[in-house]
């Protein structure tokens, strides 16, 4: 039976025209073009689908450009908080490290071990200047400065200690942003002093030479980013503090 329907079949498609097999021809390829239009996108949905990226591009941006600012405020400020470690660990060093050796300033005059004329500066004799197997011709010890300076804390040291005119001092930013600093030192019989030397009483002559040194540092330095810092350095003439 179906061997039968098929051969009816191939003979009446053997007996159709060309022009008849063409127009099938095309009706069929039309009918693919047409099938083929219908499996794409329409200009709505590229449309949705632009703004779609647009919307996951801009949050993705945003996303981006908080995680850099938020990184730069954290690099920013774990180098401040590095530096003023390192500021308070230089001070606390030399206070430790204090000296009661005098010095010859660059017009001769001979200066004490430990000087401070104002309220913001001071000036002191440690050691702990180095000189491995004694290759420099220069003593271990050094002579040491801090003061403000244009908004700073200034290290200023000295690569001799007593000094011509001609020597050149060293200034080091340790601290930027410092808007004052008030200093106080407390001496051998408890008092605080503005200054250093103290003014001279009946006591003074039973000073022994470690006790020309103060045996405290009361510091108060005022910051724009970390505000008022205080701290308090001992000098190693603290344990001979005198007796009443």
């Known amino acids: 039976m179906l061997k039968r329907i098929f051969k009816v079949y191939t003979k009446f498609y053997r007996s159709m025209p060309l022009s008849a097999l063409s127009r099938h021809s095309v009706a069929t390829t039309d009918a693919k073009i047409k099938y083929s239009k219908h499996t794409g996108f329409t200009l709505i949905e590229i449309i949705i689908a632009l703004f779609i990226f647009a919307i996951i591009g801009v949050i993705a941006a945003i996303s981006l450009r908080n995680s850099i600012n938020n ?16 500021a308070l660990t230089i001070l606390e060093r030399d206070s430790l490290q204090a000296f009661p050796r005098s010095v010859s300033d660059e017009d001769g005059h001979l200066i004490g071990p430990f ?31 801090y003061s ?24 080091r930013k340790l601290l930027s942003n410092v808007s004052s600093m008030q200093v106080q ?15 001279t009483n009946s ?42």
């Open 185 to 199: 030192f407390v001496d051998p019989f408890g008092q605080t002093q503005a200054s250093w030397p103290p003014p």
């Open 71 to 86: 990184f730069t405020k954290i690099k920013k400020a774990n180098s401040e908080v590095a530096e003023l470690s390192y």
């Open 115 to 145: 000087i401070a004329t104002g309220s913001n500066s001071f000036e002191m004799t440690v050691g702990g200047y180095y000189n491995p197997l004694q290759l420099m011709r220069r003593s271990q010890l050094q002579r040491v400065k």
């Open 148 to 171: 403000i300076e244009d908004s700073a804390l200034v290290r200023t040291t000295w690569p001799v200690l007593d000094r011509a005119p001609s020597t050149k001092p060293l200034m």
């Open 203 to 244: 006591n003074d002559a039973n000073l022994s030479a470690l006790e020309i040194l103060p045996k405290a540092i009361m510091v108060d330095i005022k910051t724009k980013n970390w505000g008022d810092i205080q701290r308090i350095f001992v000098l190693p003439g603290a344990m001979y503090v005198k007796q009443n």
